[in-house]
């Protein structure tokens, strides 16, 4: 009995870990920078905070999807970014920081704000951008995106 029972748990574990064995190659703003300069390429930059529901649900779905990450990862330079972080960001030959992050709850990094408000100039989650190879805005996305949805957005 204790034999089958390991061998459970054994292959349990297994089928967890092979399930999770794709993902998306993210990088850090600062690796992106980097990246462009020697090898220009279409760029996803995704924002995201801890708290938000839909960003967790879409982590779940539809960056946990074997199309999106095979489409991503074939197409694009991905970066995955906390838009509260308070780490210091060099980007170009710019730096940004986080200005809000001692006089806000959720002061949100200036990073974000500069890529990811709104016409109206207001910022909320989740935002997903994409970016040609030179770094210009194709199009970009201010709400939950279902699987189906993700493809769409992310088609040529």
Not at 35 to 48: A, C, D, G, N, R
Not at 119 to 140: C, T
Request: hydrophobic share 40%; glycine share 2%; net charge positive.
């Amino acid at each position: 009995m204790k034999r089958f029972l390991i061998f459970i748990a054994l292959f349990i574990t297994a089928f967890g870990f092979s399930q999770n064995a794709e993902q998306i190659n993210w990088m850090s703003p600062q690796q992106l920078s980097d990246s462009l300069v020697t090898q220009p390429k279409k760029t996803l930059i995704y924002f995201y905070a801890d708290w938000c529901a839909y960003c967790k649900k879409m982590e779940k779905h539809a960056f946990s999807n074997s199309k999106v990450i095979k489409k991503i990862n074939n197409s694009f330079y991905a970066v995955k970014m906390n838009a509260e972080t308070t780490d210091t960001i060099h980007f170009g030959s710019q730096q940004f920081i986080n200005k809000e992050a001692f006089s806000k709850r959720r002061g949100t990094h200036e990073f974000a704000l500069l890529l990811g408000s709104r016409k109206d100039r207001k910022f909320s989650l989740p935002v997903i951008l994409l970016f040609d190879e030179s770094f210009k805005l194709i199009r970009r996305e201010f709400n939950y995106l279902t699987t189906e949805k993700m493809l769409a957005f992310i088609a040529d």
